[in-house]
């Protein structure tokens, strides 16, 4: 089975999620390079994954942006 970006992009955020700033970029990138479908996919993502780690809430700021 072929793996989507959006899956591809979710597994980077997950790894990097150690990190507030690397996880703003990669979210920054995700937005350059993901279809509009696969940015709401994101959005919903994004909000239901800061809420375990709320250290990462404000790179919510680049989706609404």
């Known amino acids: 089975m ?4 959006f899956t591809y992009t979710k597994g980077i955020l997950e790894s990097v ?6 996880f703003c970029k990669e979210v920054r ?3 350059k390079v993901l ?5 709401e ?5 994004l909000s239901r994954f800061v809420e375990q780690k ?4 404000h790179c919510q ?4 942006a």
């Open 2 to 5: 072929e793996k989507t970006m």
């Open 17 to 22: 999620s150690f990190d507030p700033i690397l």
């Open 29 to 31: 990138k995700a937005l």
């Open 35 to 39: 279809l509009p479908y696969e940015i």
């Open 41 to 45: 996919q994101l959005t919903e993502w």
């Open 54 to 57: 709320p250290e990462l809430k």
């Open 61 to 64: 700021i680049y989706l609404n």
